[in-house]
């Protein structure tokens, strides 16, 4: 059974930074992206970043890019997220999830097969 779990949301100025992590355990292959989505009160589900486990190919959400940087450590099996210069309209909640796939192209929120319960994310002006 695979389980995501996010950690390392909270309340930051405005320029500020946060770093979230994410741990998925029961994925038996390399093949699949795993990434960043954010649900932001009254709006839809949208993606912000990801990556494909085996290739590290990256692709970012054009209002994060420069921004906001994916990485990962397979060792830990681990997925970050370092968000820098957080701007207000970055409040969300921010899922971590996973998906299986051969390559990555672009995010997509419909394509996710597993998601974590979400680390909620507050840029006050």
């Known amino acids: 059974q695979v389980q995501v779990l996010e950690s390392g949301g909270g309340l930051v100025q405005a320029g500020g930074s946060l770093r979230l992590s994410c741990t998925a355990s029961g994925l038996t292959s390399d093949n699949y992206v795993m990434g960043w989505f954010r649900q932001a009160p009254g709006k839809e589900r949208e993606e912000v970043s990801c990556?494909?486990?085996?290739?590290?190919?990256?692709v970012y959400a054009t209002s994060v890019k420069g921004r906001f940087t994916i990485s990962r450590d397979n060792a830990k099996n681990t997925l970050h997220l370092q968000m820098n210069s957080l701007k207000p309209e970055d409040t969300a909640m921010y899922y971590c999830?996973?998906?299986?796939?051969?390559?990555?192209?672009?995010?997509?929120?419909?394509?996710?097969?597993?998601w974590g319960r979400g680390t909620q994310v507050t840029v006050s002006s």
């Open positions: 990556i494909h486990w085996s290739s590290n190919n990256t």
């Open positions: 999830a996973a998906y299986r796939s051969a390559g990555l192209v672009y995010c997509s929120v419909s394509r996710v097969d597993y």
